[in-house]
């Protein structure tokens, strides 16, 4: 009976499959249930690769002995079968029938387990099996049949990806990644034909069936390379069940959803172009469909060039829907590489007053606004039309940047306690950023508004606002939630800084202060108190002793997570050796310390007892059982340090001795540009004393910091999950 049952069976499937001349059912109830599975030989098909899998037992036919059926396996025997005979095969919960003839039966061999690598497809070198109910198509069928992308899948095989999940101790927690996905996506050529949906759904529930049994094994027995087989045909599947997905078939407020998370999930500018332009050329009713959202258009970045016909477009298309606008004349233009220097155009007054002409009658849409220019003359003509224009009504986010020279907003061009171009001449009451850089406003028409981030750059004296108007803008924003002052703040008062009543922030978490003398930093942080800051920014002050902010910044900030010093001067002395441990010691919660050409004798406060600092009427830390007294820690939780153009040794130093005083150091990031032979040696060592080292490709945001954003956000009551654009 073994004999009749491969007679039969294994011939004529081959044929059945190439033909497709198969007749398909739903039977009510499984037809069979085998315990055995045979493999054909290559040699014996007419197929040019792959492995097909059948059942040894067909309905009606008797279990074979034993003996009779290694031989038949061994292929010691060729028996033959009656013609006329119809033969019944079940795949999982469907049934194959067809009528056959006499036909010998090719060369067997008994079924083992194959190589359980993390394999996206069976292969002659690596053939993978399944569910022992089922069968496999070949490699020739499947082609047909559209079930996969056969190259993309040996593409996507050999992938980084792919060899770290083969090594992987927990596949079954990765085989879900994203990250294989969109490498197996990015590697598909497109369809050429429609896919046969009943093929893909015996595909699939092979695959579920086999998933069954792994997991099935894996209860109460954990075997690695069962996990790892099970982690492939879940991925399998899961590549299956998309591809199968009727996506044109859904409801037309479905698929506008969808088309939203396409979009707004982009990671940058150029990525969001190609997915609202992509899918309006899939078909015909993906067009209209994306073409009838006006909200997959309204997110305007003029990055093609003049006379920008396809932003322009875009602007058409988002139709009355809430615009966000950004013009960056020294955005890299598509299709360039990030390293490429190119001689970027500036805009002129005429091409900048084509774009005016466009977004004026349309400023009530207006919700973002974001322009980076270069030439004083476009500034002066954008900032005109725009405070001539009708009411901003939504308008949320207003910046205005200025690239070129002098570095200052001239004094000439500021008239009185502040510049000479209002904003807008009508009330901006959803205004919450406001973004200023090398330019100035009328401040005395600032309408006031409950800002939640004020940026103010590069302004001479006479383009700041007043102290009185800063206290006032301040006294008017109790949300404010990032204040950055580079070169600009409120204007020096005759007033003696205890003089200045200071307005309470209890909602600033982010404070950047740079470029400017000591004397006027403590000038603006006599006019608040922010006791929440969680970030903390000291960028470029140099040129002269910055000791005393120090001295009156300690206890300010008692809950900074993250601290950032670049370039700040400080004079080697015993007083302010004790300011600067004080300072730290102030802020005990500090988790990442990223600094930049500062100086060795700030970062050998970290190290010092602070004992040694402290009045005589401080109490030192003492054991709980009143043994021996136990040595105090600056900033005990610091855990990471990223460093930039430092010092040789420096940071050296600084692992070396917080290993030594019992805290050390977790994790220490470098960027690649800062890497030199001496770096590279230093970091090596480095290594002995810390858990992790990173060398990073560029200046980019540490694990650390999006944890500690993500805190600042929450610390609000705000449920939400900091998400940073990568750019």
Partial sequence: MAGTAAEILLPILPRILEERRVQISRPKKPLLCTSSIVRVSRSALPLQRGLLQIPCRVRGARSPPSHRLRRVFQGRETPTAPNNVIWSLACSEYKVSKRVGSLPVPHLRPWSRAPLAFNPHPSSELPYTYHRQSFNYSEADIRKDSLVDFAAMNALAQHSAFNHLNGSSTPLRQWNDDHLIRAYLKTCSEPQSEPDPVLFKTRIDMFKLRISELRKML?????????????????????????????????????????????????????????????????????????????????????????????????????????????????????????????????????????????????????????????????????????????????????????????????????????????????????????????????????????????????????????????????????????????????????????????????????????????????????????????????????????????????????????????????????NMMRTVKWFESMPRLKLFKFSQTKSYLLEALLADPRQYRAPDEMDVQAADGGQEVRPVVCPELTAVYFHTQGDGDVLMLAKGRKEIGAPLKKVYMPSTNQTPATTQEMSMIREFVEQCFITPHMIVTEEEDVIHEEMANSLGLAVKWRRYKR
């Fill in 219 to 575: 209860v109460g027995d954990r075997n690695i390379d069962t996990e790892r087989e099970l982690a492939a045909v879940l991925f399998k599947r899961k590549l299956l069940a998309w591809m199968s997905f009727p996506i044109r078939d859904l409801p037309t407020e479905i698929l506008t959803t969808i088309f939203r998370f396409v979009v707004w999930s982009s990671s940058g500018a150029d990525q969001a172009t190609q997915h609202r332009l992509w899918l309006t050329w899939v078909c015909r009713r993906f067009r209209e469909v994306a073409l009838g959202d006006q909200t997959l258009w309204n997110s305007v970045w003029f990055r093609d060039s003049p006379p920008w016909r396809r932003s322009l477009a875009f602007i058409e298309r988002a139709g009355t829907a809430p615009l966000d606008i950004r013009i960056n004349e020294k955005e890299r233009p598509e299709g360039v590489p990030e390293n490429t220097r190119t001689n970027l155009p500036v805009i002129t007054v005429p091409q900048i007053n084509l774009i005016l002409d466009v977004l004026i009658p349309r400023i009530r849409q207006l919700r973002i606004l974001v322009v980076v220019l270069e030439d004083m003359d476009v500034i002066e003509t954008f900032m005109r039309r725009f405070s001539e224009a009708g009411p901003p009504e939504i308008l949320e986010r207003f910046e205005m940047h200025r690239t070129g020279a002098p570095y200052l907003w001239p004094p000439e061009k500021s008239a009185g306690s502040g510049g000479h171009m209002p904003l807008n001449r009508h009330p901006a009451p959803k205004l919450r950023w406001l973004s200023l850089n090398g330019l100035t406003i009328d401040w005395n028409t600032l309408p006031p508004t409950n800002l939640r981030t004020i940026d103010l750059r590069r302004m001479c004296f006479q383009a700041c606002p007043t102290s009185a108007r800063w206290s006032q803008m301040l006294s008017a924003s109790p949300d404010l939630f990032k204040l950055s002052l580079d070169a600009a703040g409120p204007q020096w008062t005759s007033q003696r800084l205890g003089s200045i009543r200071p307005v309470s922030l209890p909602h600033l978490r982010d404070l950047i202060i740079g470029d400017m003398s000591c004397l006027f930093a403590l000038h603006i942080l006599a006019h608040m108190e922010a006791p929440r800051v969680m970030s903390l920014a000291l960028m470029t002050l140099t040129g002269q002793d910055y000791g005393p902010l120090m001295e009156i910044m300690t206890g300010r900030f008692p809950e900074v997570r993250l601290l950032q010093i670049q370039g700040m001067e400080l004079n080697k002395t015993d007083v």
